[in-house]
């Protein structure tokens, strides 16, 4: 399917962000393909890789195709343990979008 947003309800603490709290907060995550998002430069770099025209080493770094991320974020708020009220900014993504 193509590049849209995901949920999944999440504790704080396994954000792996270093914050202390027990609450669950809904992280909201881009999933899908890219693959209908290309163009011309795309579908070029694709053909000078499988025919080689690309040094061996370059090649392992290109990406061939665009990627499914977020172009909008937002925050989230919670409670930590010591009943501080956190907010995390640009931690959710709104909304997404084929990039690259």
Do not use: H
């Not at 954000?15 to 795309?42: A, H, M, P, T, W």
């Not at 989230?76 to 907010?87: A, G, I, K, N």
């Amino acid at each position: 399917r193509d590049c849209r947003v995901e949920k999944k309800e999440m504790k704080v603490r396994d954000l792996g962000l270093g914050f202390d709290s027990d609450e669950i907060v809904l992280f909201k995550f881009c999933v899908g393909s890219c693959q209908s998002s290309r163009i011309n430069y795309d579908l070029a770099l694709n053909a000078l890789l499988e025919n080689g025209s690309l040094p061996r080493r370059v090649a392992r770094k290109v990406s061939r195709n665009p990627c499914c991320r977020p172009d909008r974020y937002e925050p989230v708020s919670f409670m930590d343990t010591s009943t501080t009220w956190r907010t995390i900014e640009s931690l959710s993504a709104a909304s997404c979008m084929c990039i690259g």
